[in-house]
């Protein structure tokens, strides 16, 4: 049989270790409905067609040809055919696999499955028709499995046998994968809701700067000259003969008095300073106001990684971090903060 036909039937599961190892060994003093092996044989629910093809891979007689598996006497001549889908059952159970020799022979749980049988006696062993039909009723209950994984848990395996042990170190692999995966995923979604935070901070700064120029809408208008460059109330009120801001006398050059401006570029006009951030590297940016150049520089190994520095160099503070790459609203406000001589406060806040 080629090895195509045998890794379709015995399924892609790791081949066990053919070495019989040392497991809980039962006397034949200990025979009786009470034994250790009794008790073993039960749970596992074989019958004597599964007890007689594992004796016939004990003893090297069960081979497989193009035409499925047979029995082979001492002298290598083939005799009756063996079922199939026994074979295949007791393989991906972990208690037959396919020797480098071609012969199909006992794994070290096939072994000790084939020991305790012999051990508890012929009366501890269900009828063939049950056992299938426990067999048929488990693959009905796995019908999203693939036909080797149904078969894989049709039957119960050898409790504390090389299989069961290579499948509980399969399942804690899985284990730390999913908890590997479980991590990655908190760092994303926490790095998310970070951004969430900045921005949220962001909008309420503009959303304040709206309130205020909205509470005080003359605020602006104050010292503008002519009327007709004033906002509606103000016009309004000039309409009324109410005049409650000082108006510059005619003539004057001056159009408007600068105000805060709040946006989304790289400039800022607040409190009449202006700030230009520009980034020069990847890891290197410049805020410049009035002839003073604050360097903004990148610490790998941080949870903060930028760092604003004077242009004395002393390292002021740490603004907040967007996509990798710094908040430059936070770098106008610690660089204003500090180029106007104020303490500045704990960043990112």
């Given at each position: 049989m080629s090895s195509k036909t045998t890794a379709?039937?015995?399924?892609?599961?790791?081949?066990?270790?053919?070495?019989?190892?040392?497991?809980?060994?039962?006397?034949?003093?200990?025979?009786?409905?009470?034994?250790?092996?009794?008790r073993i044989m039960a749970a596992l629910g074989w019958c004597a067609a599964f007890v007689d093809t594992v004796r016939l891979a004990v003893a090297g007689g069960l081979i497989a040809d193009?035409?499925?598996?047979?029995?082979?006497?001492?002298?290598?001549?083939?005799?009756?055919?063996?079922?199939?889908e026994r074979v295949r059952l007791l393989a991906r159970c972990g208690y037959l696999a396919r020797h480098a020799s071609g012969l199909v022979v006992a794994t070290e749980d096939g072994h000790e499955?084939?020991?305790?049988?012999?051990?508890?006696?012929?009366?501890?062993?269900?009828?063939?028709?049950?056992?299938?039909?426990?067999?048929?009723?488990?693959?009905?209950?796995?019908?999203?499995d693939s036909h080797?994984?149904?078969?894989?848990?049709?039957?119960?395996?050898?409790?504390?046998?090389?299989e069961e042990r290579r499948r509980l170190a399969v399942a804690r692999?899985?284990?730390?994968?999913?908890?590997?995966?479980?991590?990655?995923?908190?760092?994303?979604?926490?790095?998310?809701?970070?951004?969430?935070?900045?921005?949220d901070r962001r909008e309420a700064r503009q959303k304040a700067a709206r309130e205020a120029e909205r509470t005080a809408p003359r605020r602006c208008c104050r010292g503008v000259w002519p009327l007709d460059w004033r906002c509606g109330e103000c016009r309004e009120l000039a309409a009324r003969g109410i005049?409650?801001?000082?108006?510059?006398?005619?003539?004057?050059?001056?159009?408007?008095?600068?105000?805060?401006?709040?946006?989304?570029?790289?400039?800022?006009?607040?409190?009449?300073?202006?700030i230009t951030v520009k980034r020069i590297t990847g890891f290197l940016w410049h805020a410049t106001t009035r002839g003073q150049v604050y360097t903004i520089v990148k610490e790998d190994g941080?949870?903060?990684?930028?760092?604003?520095?004077?242009?004395?160099?002393?390292r002021i503070a740490?603004?907040?971090?967007?996509?990798?790459?710094?908040?430059?609203?936070?770098?106008?406000?610690?660089?204003?903060?500090?180029?106007?001589?104020?303490?500045v406060p704990c960043f990112p806040r």
């Open positions: 379709a039937l015995f399924g892609a599961a790791p081949s066990p270790r053919l070495a019989l190892v040392a497991g809980p060994q039962v006397t034949a003093g200990s025979q009786g409905p009470d034994s250790d092996a009794a193009a035409s499925g598996f047979r029995a082979v006497d001492a002298d290598g001549r083939t005799g009756r055919r063996v079922k199939g499955a084939l020991r305790l049988a012999e051990a508890a006696g012929p009366g501890v062993l269900r009828d063939e028709a049950d056992v299938m039909a426990s067999v048929r009723k488990t693959r009905r209950a796995r019908q999203w080797a994984g149904q078969d894989a848990h049709a039957l119960p395996v050898l409790p504390g046998g090389g692999k899985g284990a730390e994968r999913a908890a590997v995966e479980a991590e990655k995923t908190r760092k994303r979604i926490e790095a998310l809701r970070r951004r969430a935070r900045i921005r005049e409650d801001f000082p108006a510059l006398p005619p003539g004057d050059s001056r159009t408007r008095q600068d105000h805060d401006n709040d946006t989304e570029g790289d400039t800022d006009m607040a409190a009449k300073r202006c941080r949870e903060w990684p930028w760092i604003v520095v004077s242009p004395d160099g002393e740490h603004p907040s971090v967007i996509n990798d790459e710094p908040f430059t609203d936070d770098i106008r406000d610690i660089v204003r903060t500090h180029a106007d001589g104020k303490p």
